[in-house]
């Protein structure tokens, strides 16, 4: 069965914590992607990578960055933590951007900044 | 670019009654259309999807969905619905043309009484 894991469930930070969100996936997929869920505002998508050590912005970067050294790895991080950036995020992967592939995600990480 | 409009944000049923959830869209390229489910406190999972052929598309669960190309829309059916679709529901969409931006509806929650 796929599988796409998220270290931490649930974490509350203080204000200008550095936090890192990990992400790991079992199907080979070339692609991971990072999103934020929100109520009435659906997942937008921060970051997204399609190889190791690539990446691309997606449309709200500003305040977090993201790493994948390794191809079933995909990190977020939030430089210094804001309450703003209280939200659930969920981490997800697919095959190569063609061809309408199904994206699978993980279970999300709930994170309170305070 | 594209975008997706989930019609309604919350939408009360009765168990065994029909549902529709609406979902339109609006894209200057072809695209491939999806469904996706969040039961509470998870991921979203894949529901079913249109890719091309027929405009009618099965998925779990006894959901179907019909693609109008004419009215760009997509609307999520199932003819009776139980307790346990109770859930979030997100409509997607993924240009044909290749690349990796799937864009999501804002979700809409169903809610079925007994």
């Known amino acids: 069965d796929v599988k796409v894991t998220q270290s931490s469930r649930y974490l509350v930070k203080r204000t200008g914590e550095k936090v890192f969100l990990e992400c790991v996936q079992d199907?080979?997929?070339?692609?991971m992607f990072w999103y934020r869920q929100d109520p009435g505002l659906g997942l937008r998508l921060i970051y997204f990578?399609?190889?190791?050590?690539?990446?691309e912005k997606g449309d709200i970067p500003e305040g977090y960055s993201v790493s994948r050294e390794k191809k079933e790895r995909f990190s977020l991080i939030l430089e210094s933590a804001s309450t703003n950036q209280t939200s659930m995020y969920l981490c997800?992967?697919?095959?190569?951007?063609?061809?309408?592939?199904?994206?699978?995600f993980g279970e999300g990480s709930w994170l309170t900044v305070v | 670019a594209q975008s997706v409009t989930q019609l309604d944000s919350q939408v009360p049923v009765f168990e065994e009654a029909p549902v529709e959830l609406r979902c339109n869209y609006s894209?200057?390229?072809?695209?491939?259309l999806f469904w996706y489910v969040q039961y509470p406190n998870q991921g979203l999972q894949l529901l079913l999807k249109?890719?091309?052929?027929?405009?009618l598309v099965k998925g779990i669960n006894g959901f179907e969905a019909e693609f109008n190309k004419s009215q760009t829309s997509f609307h999520l059916r199932k003819p009776s619905v139980h307790i346990s679709d109770t859930a979030e529901y997100f409509c997607?969409?993924?240009?044909?043309?290749?690349?990796?931006?799937?864009?999501f509806g804002a979700g809409t929650r169903l809610f079925v009484k007994a």
């Open positions: 997800a992967s697919s095959l190569t951007g063609r061809f309408g592939n199904t994206i699978y």
């Open positions: 199907m080979d997929h070339e692609n």
């Open positions: 990578s399609y190889d190791v050590k690539m990446k």
């Open positions: 894209s200057s390229v072809s695209v491939y």
């Open positions: 249109y890719l091309s052929g027929s405009t």
């Open positions: 997607a969409v993924t240009p044909n043309t290749g690349g990796f931006k799937t864009i």
